[in-house]
Structure formats: C-alpha cells, structure tokens
C-alpha cells in the first residue's frame, strides 16, 4: 500500500469512495472489519465493507487496497460480491466498538471510544495502535448517556476493555445510523453481525420497527433472532408484524413453542395468524393478509382515497380497495367487488365508491395454488387480489410482493445483485 498516510482513523475513512485502478468507483467504505483478541494485543484490520450498487455490503480485503487517501481507497479491482456476514472473531469497528466503554490504565477513568487508527507494520499488516476516546461525564440524552468530558488520544496499550462488550453498548449509534432507511437496509446489516450483536441491536429497536426489520430477514435468521427476545416481547413483536408474515415465521417454529406464543398474543391478532395457519403455505389462504382495505358500497371516493393514504400500507395493498357488505372485517359480508385508486382519483370525491367496481376480476379461492395465483396476477396485471371463502365472504387479499416471496428461493436475500462470475475467495483464512 501506497501514496497514502500510515495511519488512518475509521470515523473519517466511513463514506470513503472505494475505485478501482481505472478511477471507476465500485462503492463506498461503511466499516474496517477487526479481529479483537480477549487475550490481549492489539486488534487486527483484515478488510473494509464496502457498500457496492444496490445497497448491497461486501468483504474487501486489505490485501486488495493499494492506496488510501483523503475521502478515498483505490483497490485491485477484484472484490467478491458474496453478502458479507461477520465471522466469531470479528468485530465491525463503527458498528460494534464505537461508543464502547473502556478503561483507562492511567487512572483507571472510564471513557468511551469516538474514532480508532490502524497503522500498518513492516509486513503490511494493519493494527489498532490508538484510540480516540472521551472521558465519562454521564449525560441524559436523547440517545441514552451523552459523552461530554474531556477528549484525548491514547495508545491501545493504556487502555483496557476493548474486548468486552456490555449489553446494547453503542446499539443506539447502529439504530441512529438506519433511522432513515428502509427495514431491508438494516436487516442486511443485521446479516453481516455475529449473532450476539444483531440481538443486541433486535433487543434495543422498538417493536414496529423490529417487526418490519423481521419481515425482511430470511426464516432461519428470523427464528434465530425471535429466539434471543422474552416470550412476552417476541409475542408483541408478532402482533406488529403483518399477520401473513408473523403466520410464516411461526409455522416454522415447533407447534408447542408456536402454540405458546399464540396464548400470549393478543386475541384479535392471534385469531387473524391461527386463521392463516390453516392454509398450506403454498396456496392463497396461506400466502394472503387478512387485513387489506375493505369498504362497504356507500363509502365516498374521498374516504377511500385517504384510506390508502396510511404510511404503513404496502403499495401493493394501496393499490385497490374491497367492497362488500357488512361486517367489513374478515370474513366479511357478501364480497362485491373491487376498485383500482388509480380510476378513483378520476371520480368526484363524493360519489359513493359502489359506482365504480370493476366486475372483471375474479376472486381467487383460498384453496388456489401459488402458480395459479402468480398466473392471474400476471393475466389482470394488478398487486393485488382479493381470496373469497365459499360463501363468497372475503378473508384476505394475497399481494405481489408474498408472492414473489413464495416464488423467489429462501436465501435470494443473500445473493441480491450477485454476479454469476464473482469472484469467491475473500481472503479472511
């Protein structure tokens, strides 16, 4: 490595453009990857996680970086495009040890750690040798305690305590850090943790926004991470996950872990899931939601139109709204049809919405299968369709995106943007 400083501090190498020897760009640095001994001696830097196109987050090798300079790192050019998933020994420097505590050997303070420097050695391998850290001063702050004592660099050999890691330490900075980003983003970031420290982040995020990180996450990893959370919490966590995807996850758990999860639930949600769970995963009872937007025939097209308005609502189910007679939960009255929200707002908003149902599109049955409902989607080109029982009660609508969920193979979460000619080797032994 080359035309660059010997010593570079983390905080100011995140967001750093990542080129290739040609000047083309390949992504950006979002962490230094660190091996962390608990018997001591300075950590290892063994790569860097760059984030490529398409948000997706890779192992770069030190060993591939040739120069690193101000707001830059130009690398070999080869870079494996494999999801990067933190190994047991691994630590992600910004994720997992900014903020962290530590103690000072020479007055034994604490302080907590704002930024690290790695250096190279004689044989090019990189090693933490400072930290940037900021005496305790406990603050309440809107993040939990704010730091405001003195700030000073220190060599790593006068602290103590890096390697020690107490529960949720720094899991605000991760959450702050996604706040404006999709569930997915932060659910591919979970992937890349060790599986101590994704709980930690699950146990600090409220429980909407754990549950829409959940539904992004492939089954294994959400019964992985359902497993570290209190029978009670991951019970409210399941009550905010949309129904058809909380039926997923629990009918993947064994039937008597499932059951007491159920009695734990909130009886309208678990009567919803329990419903679902009747179906066969593959068919459209089993892949619909039972609470799309249902409304009777007199319903203005203003109300209808600030109905599909709910931020919580998946584009798909904005798409159209259900009309049918009363009751207007599931299984509701007699199903009558439904409308498109792009006709709708062509209508004067007070005319009553049964005027525009378009009778065109047949209901699917509950028993249907998975290629028969993809077909028929494709055939009405809509994200949406709604499932009728026999009494032609509507009990849900099966959406675009559940299918392609069904479609696609369990781990595609794993393999997004991937190249079928990446390289494979990452260089970590």
Known sequence: MSNGPERVYIARLA?????DPLGDAVGRVRDVVLLVRRSGGAPTAVGLVVEVPGRRRVFMPLTRVTSISAGQVICTGVINLRRFKARARESLAIAELFERSVRLKADKSTAFVEDIAIEPDRTRTWHVTKLYVRRAERRKGVLGFSRRGEALVVDIDQVT????????QGAALVIESFEDHKPADLAAA????????????AAALDDERLADVLEELPEEDQIALLSTLRSE????VLEAM??????????????????ALLELMEPEDARHVEQLLGYEDDTAGGLMTPEPIIVGPETTVASCLALVRRQELPPALASMVFVVRPPLETPTGRYIGLVHIQRLLREPPHDAIGGYVDQAVSPLAPTDHLSDVARRLAAYDLLALPVVNADHRLVGAVSIDDVLDHLLPSDWREHMDEEPDAQTEDARG
Do not use: C, H, W, Y
């Open 233 to 236: 919490r991951a019970a409210d």
């Open 242 to 259: 949309d129904p058809d995807d909380a039926a997923d996850l629990l009918g993947d758990l064994p039937e008597q872990e499932a059951a």
């Open 190 to 201: 979970l992937m890349e943790m060790t599986p101590s420290r994704s709980a930690e982040i």
């Open 161 to 168: 305590g890096l390697a020690v890691r107490d529960k949720n």
């Open 15 to 19: 967001g750093a453009t990542v080129f």
